[in-house]
């Protein structure tokens, strides 16, 4: 994997983390190491956890990965769900937040929204997240200066005229996918196998407009945060959340 690649993971842990650090915490405060190196530790906007019942041996095992990683957890950090940490799953009579969001902190200016929503098929609740992002014109290969690959970015705003022409897309490149794979790649390949799929999905979606082609939107009205509502008022509304959502699984 590229240096530079942005990472995350996503999914079921059955790991309660409570407010645990994830990090290692006053990892800058101490010049103890020679080695220049060494990268300190960053540390992420405070996370919070409407689920508190004692951390577990998942929950364990989780933050140390992420500590080992350099991975972080998302819930309860950014977008709708900062300052809140809404459960995500509702199986017994006591909500719990198992199921998280892990991504690399440099990840964290790409993140435009986080949240949680409702579903009655399953007592898992889908964990949403929005990025920001910039596509390249075509495929630049590790030859290619810096100053040549920042000329060739381009900004895409999808455009639902061309949605289907785009599943047509989609459907004719995969059709065809596994023939270049089977070409180009042997075990090591890595690199080779995430440029045939940006390939893909960028040739497919090449109809589309650029940004700058394209009159930007007026951005909605953003309201000033009340300061009156504070980390007491958000426990509280997560608290009437959960019950409410308890309640609509109960009655349903």
């Not at 405060?29 to 689920?51: G, H, K």
């Not at 579903?119 to 992002?133: A, C, D, F, N």
């Not at 023939?179 to 589309?208: H, K, W």
């Amino acid at each position: 994997m590229s240096p530079s690649a942005k990472r995350n993971s996503r999914g079921d842990f059955n790991a309660y983390t409570s407010n645990e650090p994830d990090f290692i915490q006053f990892d800058n405060s101490f010049s103890l190491l020679d080695d220049i190196s060494y990268s300190e530790d960053v540390t992420p906007p405070i996370r919070s956890n409407s689920d508190l019942r004692p951390t577990n041996n998942y929950g364990r095992k989780l933050l140390q990965s992420c500590i080992a990683s350099g991975l972080r957890i998302c819930n309860g950090r950014y977008g709708s769900d900062a300052g809140i940490g809404e459960s995500t799953c509702f199986s017994s009579g006591k909500p719990s937040l198992i199921d998280y969001i892990l991504s690399d902190p440099s990840m964290a200016s790409y993140i435009t929204d986080l949240s949680v929503d409702n579903r009655t098929e399953s007592i898992h609740m889908p964990v949403y997240i929005e990025l920001k992002g910039r596509t390249r014109r075509q495929i630049t290969t590790a030859d290619v200066p810096p100053q040549e690959m920042s000329e060739n970015l381009v900004k895409l705003m999808w455009n639902d005229t061309f949605k289907q022409q785009y599943i047509n897309n989609m459907i004719e490149s995969l059709d065809s996918i596994f023939s270049p794979f089977n070409e180009a790649l042997d075990r090591n390949d890595v690199n080779s196998a995430v440029d045939i799929l940006n390939s893909c999905f960028y040739q497919s979606g090449s109809t589309m407009q650029p940004r700058s082609d394209r009159p930007r939107p007026k951005p909605p009205f953003a309201s000033k945060p009340n300061r009156w509502f504070n980390q007491t008022c958000a426990f509280l509304r997560a608290n009437v959340i959960q019950k409410l959502r308890y309640l609509a699984a109960a009655v349903a």
